[in-house]
């Protein structure tokens, strides 16, 4: 499946991983009306969420560049890291994480679980600065020992995985070419590296989707904000032009995308109660699962939006948690598996 380059062919030139079997299911949300869910939680049968879509570009790139190590970045218990511990274990790459101290939630222990069942070298340090520079020591002792590490920057956002997501819109384009939905007025996502919007917000425009994307903000500003968007828009514009695919100007793209920092809460992975309630009410209409770091925030947006007169309807929520908390054959870990730092979240 490779809708972009069926759309573009010279992109056909850039590697996937092929990690996504077939379109995520779209079905329509359960005891509302006008809200259908784009179900990336299933985008992989062992280990799915919205990561894969980057990382089929990034993990290729890694192997036709002949790399074995990865070097990746995010909180303890980081969705990403554990992802991409699992799927690149599987093409014969190691994952070297350096993670920062997060609030705990259930999920963290599952997916620290997931990275030491796959051997991922994990470190701990409390500033982002401090953890760049250890990363740094380690890729230095690593091509000392005559391997150079592939950098991917946290959350796997950078241009080549964002383009995970141009290829997602021109997926979702297809579903409702098909009929499984009407055209959405405005489509919900969690916003935090930044990757996911960015994709959706260029592949809309290209797919002739003008769909106006509400970004729900799940991380501080220091880590998600609009120039920060803007930028990586501008570097994604760029890789595509030099593929001979040509896009409206960053700023115009970002016109289409409203952050919403309502329902953050003020801390990375903090509950409030309108997100215990967002994720109750999802969970039980829709039978995926949920959290309370990503899904749950941008679950609470919605449901408030629903609320409101003159709301935009239809709506889509695209659904970016993991099916499984863990796959096949990956039990939880305890605590002492664990490096001294993180053996705090199994408390
Ligand atoms: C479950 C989940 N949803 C959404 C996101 C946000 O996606 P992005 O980092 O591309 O903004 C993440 C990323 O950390 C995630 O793990």
Redesign the pocket.
């Known amino acids: 499946m490779n809708r972009l380059a069926d759309a573009f062919p010279r992109l056909a030139a850039l590697p996937r991983a092929g990690l996504i079997a077939r379109a995520t299911p779209i079905e329509p949300l359960a005891a509302v009306d006008g809200v259908h869910v784009k179900r990336?939680?299933l985008s992989a049968a062992d280990y799915g969420?919205?990561?894969i879509r980057?990382l089929d570009f990034l993990l290729a790139d890694a192997v036709a560049r002949r790399r074995r190590e990865l070097t990746v970045f995010?909180?303890a218990g980081?969705?990403?890291v554990a992802?991409t511990s699992w799927h690149a274990r599987k093409l014969g790459l190691h994952t070297i994480a350096g993670l920062l101290p997060q609030r705990a939630a259930d999920y963290v222990v599952d997916n620290l679980s997931i990275s030491l069942h796959c051997g991922s070298t994990l470190f701990v340090r409390d500033r982002d600065a401090a953890l760049a520079a250890e990363a740094l020591a380690r890729t230095l002792r690593s091509l000392v020992a005559g391997r150079l590490p592939y950098w991917i920057p946290?959350?796997?956002?950078n241009a080549l995985?964002?383009l995970g997501?141009v290829d997602a819109a021109f997926e979702l384009r297809a579903q409702i070419d098909a009929d499984l939905m009407p055209r959405p007025a405005a489509l919900y996502?969690?916003?935090?590296?930044?990757?996911?919007?960015?994709?959706l917000c260029v592949g809309l425009a290209l797919a002739g989707l003008p769909v106006p994307i509400m970004?729900v903000q799940?991380?501080g500003d220091r880590h998600?904000g609009r120039t920060a968007l803007l930028r990586l828009l501008s570097r994604l514009v760029t890789l595509l032009k030099r593929y001979g695919v040509v896009v409206a100007e960053p700023e115009r793209l970002l016109a289409g995308v409203t952050i919403r920092s309502e329902f953050f809460g003020g801390e990375y992975a903090r509950a409030t109660p309108a997100v215990d309630d967002a994720i109750d009410r999802f969970v039980t209409a829709s039978g995926a699962r949920a959290?309370s770091?990503?899904?749950g925030k941008?679950l609470a947006c919605l449901y408030a939006d629903l609320l409101r007169p003159g709301r935009r309807a239809p709506m889509l929520y695209w659904h970016?948690?993991?099916a499984s908390a863990l796959p096949p054959d990956v039990s939880r870990a305890s605590a002492g598996q664990a490096p001294p730092a993180l053996r705090c979240y199994w408390n």
């Not at 946290?154 to 956002?157: D, N, T, V, Y």
């Not at 996502?189 to 994709?199: K, L, R």
């Open positions: 990336d939680d969420g919205n990561k980057k995010g909180y980081s969705n990403f992802a946290p959350g796997g956002s995985g964002a997501f996502v969690p916003f935090s590296s930044m990757g996911t919007v960015a994709g970004a799940v991380v998600a959290d770091a990503y899904s941008a970016t948690f993991s």
